[in-house]
């Protein structure tokens, strides 16, 4: 998930996989940053404007397959 520094808005980037023992999925995701915000931006256009509004973007993990427990608003983000 990425958002805009200070928004409250959190927008699905995509998924991240990690090989247990080598690296984590948070790792995994940290380790292609800036692939994955430029991919968000992309994606979402919102996400464009804020960065060319020079706000910073963010990245945040949820567990593997719990986007509608996101959406729902029942699992929590963790900011990496």
Request: glycine content about 6%.
């Amino acid at each position: 998930y990425v958002r805009a520094d200070g928004g409250s808005r959190f927008f699905f980037a995509g998924k991240a996989v990690g090989a247990a023992g080598r690296c984590d999925a948070a790792s995994a995701v940290l380790l292609q940053k800036r692939a994955i915000l430029e991919h968000a931006r992309l994606l979402h256009p919102e996400l464009e404007q804020m960065h060319r509004l020079s706000r910073p973007l963010q990245l945040w993990a949820a567990p593997a397959d719990s986007e509608v427990s996101v959406a729902r608003k029942v699992q929590a983000l963790e900011s990496l």
